[in-house]
């Protein structure tokens, strides 16, 4: 009883001496006073703002009248109009209006579904901005996001999270996008990434100047696109890949306008051969890719037109259909292009036709059957 008696009496005076110019209540254990008043020190307590609005707990305060100035250290902070927590081992407040948190800073936006931690944080009150840098880690919980960064702004008075800044976001389907900045809207569940660098769940990377990726569709539409594709069974050698002027990217497909596709090996030259087509469809559930429109260029000049035309992707093992075309430039004038078909015929049988056009107006074809059987190969 006698401990309560003597915390009342400690929080009249403070309020009599007018020393919080009403910022402020202080309910703490033990309150220090030095220069006349101006300068506060309190201990093991809480403070709360005059409107009620901001609470903080800590194990230490200080705070001094003439600079209407407020640090508190190791505690946490509840800003109940802007829906936030902040845990903290350093805070400091400046006119009730710039809060600044450092050295392990940790927030709770209710409001957003956010969980924020950063080194350092800048609350400015007046604009309902926040400003975290230095190794920022964003779990978005409602849109299944995360985001790492060195400088991230919220901006909750007009719902958008920005970064001017390399980040790495990842999204539920555990796709990668590192982006040069990105501009995150909330209430369209949409974040615009530049310069970025993707890699999707079946390891395909992506390379992209401007992409949009709507979280509630969990689409991805972009411009200036190229998609190296994951070999897993094509020649060691060979690069897959596709590129093209815009892309679609939805649940297991991809659709890229005014594509491109070849599998030759990079070089500073133009590839020996290419498909171009009007619409290039990458299927990942059916493992196929499709055609619309499509030339086949050898050296940049076009040989053969199809209507529509398609291979299985470079992770298909054995499924029917044309394989990766070749081609083989040689020194003798035995130059020829082939597009390989191959027909499984049962789980142990398989043939594979494959046409050879010579650069001589000569024309191969190639036959190969296989069977394997439990005590012999044929």
Request: with cysteine; aromatic share 10%; proline share 3%.
């Amino acid at each position: 009883m006698k401990s309560k008696i003597l915390f009342l009496l400690m929080i009249y005076i403070l309020n009599i001496q007018g020393l919080l110019a009403e910022e402020y209540n202080f309910e703490v254990s033990k309150i220090e006073l030095k220069q006349k008043g101006n300068i506060v020190n309190a201990f093991g307590g809480q403070i709360i703002s005059k409107n009620n609005d901001l609470k903080i707990e800590g194990e230490r305060f200080i705070y001094i009248k003439d600079e209407n100035y407020l640090e508190a250290y190791n505690g946490t902070a509840y800003l109940k109009k802007e829906k936030i927590n902040i845990k903290f081992n350093l805070l400091k407040i400046k006119n009730n209006k710039i809060i600044k948190a450092s050295d392990g800073v940790k927030i709770d936006d209710k409001k957003n579904s956010l969980k924020i931690n950063a080194k350092t944080i800048v609350l400015d009150r007046s604009k309902n901005i926040i400003k975290a840098s230095d190794g920022v880690k964003i779990d978005d919980k409602k849109n299944s996001l995360k985001i790492n960064s060195e400088v991230i702004i919220l901006d909750r008075l007009n719902s958008t999270l920005s970064s001017p800044s390399k980040s790495i976001l990842t999204d539920r389907y555990s796709n990668l996008f590192q982006t040069k900045k990105f501009e995150y809207q909330f209430k369209k569940k949409e974040v615009k990434i530049f310069n970025a660098l993707i890699s999707d769940s079946d390891e395909n990377n992506f390379k992209i100047d401007i992409g949009n990726i709507n979280l509630k569709s969990s689409t991805l539409e972009g411009k200036n696109i190229l998609i190296n594709l994951n070999n897993n069974f094509l020649n060691p050698d060979n690069e897959p890949r596709l590129s093209g002027e815009k892309i679609i990217y939805t649940g297991n497909t991809t659709k890229i306008s005014n594509g491109i596709f070849t599998a030759c090996k990079k070089t500073d030259k133009c590839p020996p051969w290419e498909l171009t087509a009007d619409e290039i469809t990458h299927n990942r559930d059916k493992k196929n890719i499709t055609y619309k429109n499509v030339w086949l260029n050898i050296y940049d000049v076009p040989v053969v037109y199809f209507p529509k035309f398609f291979h299985p992707d470079p992770t298909v093992k054995r499924q029917s259909g044309f394989l990766m075309p070749t081609f083989k430039n040689s020194p003798n004038k035995n130059t020829f292009f082939s597009i390989p078909y191959y027909k499984v015929l049962s789980e142990n049988r398989d043939l594979t036709f494959t046409p050879r056009f010579y650069a001589k107006d000569q024309l191969l074809i190639q036959n190969e059957y296989r069977e394997v059987n439990k005590n012999s190969k044929k």
